[in-house]
């Protein structure tokens, strides 16, 4: 079954300057290992929850292009800013048949592996809907090694104090993007619209957290902005964190910049290598 969110991707150009960029920001971001199949590197930041954050860049972006990296390379080529997410299972093989008998378009698993800088190899199997790790919908992800091995549990920086509350997904159609989360999780989502009356579509209330399938009907704002630049996909992601009001006083010490709200404040996108991270 799918036990709750996995972790998020975030596509950069450059994983060494991202990574500094992440430690500015009080994330504890550290090196993660070599994808040698798919072009790719990554880098790893652990929340307190056990999800984490991925920083990916593509070492050899022709190769990733020919792999389900594809739509990735198309994706960041566009910008930086989140790829896509994925979930947990904790029994892919049939978790997959089950999707594939609600009509949704999900591979057999596969196997992936990596290599941590320490020599130790990581290993695990995904199945991807639409042969993608970006688009409206994730990807599902089941650990062969242990997966402390994947990923340490968070011990220092803001990431040890970061839970997830919610992210949201851009879609072109609400409605289609509905049925599809009602078949992948088995949950009725509701309608629901921003103060702004700019985005509208739906959140998915799970008890590990919630997912908003949100559409833009007007042009002009972020959200309609990724859906044309960077395509549907993963959004906006919400952390909740203990003391944040002593985190808002840190960034704005260290110049990062930020947009405040009732429930906490945004991290100015371009001072997160475009992904937009909401602190509550």
């Known amino acids: 079954m799918i036990t709750g969110f996995d972790h998020f991707i975030v596509l950069v150009n450059d994983l060494a300057a991202a990574i500094e960029t992440y430690r500015k920001l009080g994330f504890d971001a550290r090196a993660g290992g070599q994808h040698p199949a798919f072009g790719s590197h990554n880098a790893l930041i652990a929340l307190a929850d056990g999800t984490y954050l991925e920083l990916v860049a593509f070492q050899d972006a022709a190769l990733a292009a020919k792999t389900f990296w594809g739509a990735g390379v198309t994706k960041l080529r566009a910008g930086e800013g989140f790829g896509g997410y994925v979930l947990a299972s904790n029994d892919l093989a049939n978790d997959a048949a089950q999707l594939r ?8 698993p596969s196997a992936g592996s990596r290599v941590r800088p320490d020599g130790q190899r990581v290993a695990w199997h995904i199945a991807l809907f639409d042969n993608s790790t970006v688009g409206v919908l994730p990807f599902l992800i089941q650990d062969d090694t242990p997966r402390a091995l994947r990923i340490e ?13 919610e992210i949201v997904v851009a879609v072109k159609d609400a409605d289609a993007a509905r049925d599809a989360y009602r078949a992948l999780l088995g ?7 921003n103060v702004a009356g700019d985005a509208q579509g739906y959140r998915v209330a799970l008890s590990w957290g919630s997912i908003v399938l949100a559409h833009s009907p007007r042009r002009g704002n972020a959200l309609a902005d990724q859906v044309a630049r960077r395509g549907e996909g993963l959004y906006a992601l919400t952390l909740q964190i203990e003391g944040v009001g002593r985190d808002r006083r840190e960034l704005k010490q260290r110049g990062i910049e930020m947009v405040s709200d009732a429930g906490g404040f945004l991290i100015a996108p371009e001072f997160a290598c475009g992904a937009r991270i909401r602190l509550v």
């Open 101 to 108: 008998q609600r009509a949704l378009n999900i591979g057999e």
């Open 187 to 193: 949950v009725e989502p509701t309608r629901v619209k």
């Open 153 to 165: 549990p968070a011990q220092e920086g803001l990431g040890s104090r970061a839970r997830v509350k």
